[in-house]
């Protein structure tokens, strides 16, 4: 299932990451393990945030894809499932016919 992992780094710890070297080094890394089909980086709400869409195989990949970012910035990560527009072509139907019941 393809799902959008929000990753929000307090400024205290992203501060210290950037200037100790390793926020760099941190996300190179996990990009590369995780493989993410995009990434894009903002600020919100004050905090450096990333927006990873990542392939779930299975529910029990959520520690895998998030505890990294708990451990080394106590970041607050989120899961949403999303959809390319593909799928949701392909639900609407599904979704239509579901109304009409």
């Keep these: 299932m393809r799902m959008m992992l929000k990753v929000s780094v307090p400024t205290v710890e992203g501060n210290k990451a950037i200037k100790d070297g390793s926020m760099g080094k941190f996300i190179e890394h996990a990009l ?17 945030t990333a927006y ?4 779930m195989k299975e529910n ?8 990294r970012f708990f451990f080394a910035f106590n970041a607050a990560v989120d899961f949403v499932p999303v959809m390319n527009a593909e799928e949701l072509k392909k639900g609407l139907p599904k979704a239509m016919a579901g109304m009409a019941a």
């Design 32 to 48: 590369s393990e995780l493989k993410p089909e995009a990434a894009y980086f903002t600020a919100e709400k004050g905090q450096r």
């Design 52 to 55: 990873l869409f990542v392939d």
């Design 60 to 67: 029990s990949d959520m520690p895998y894809l998030g505890e």
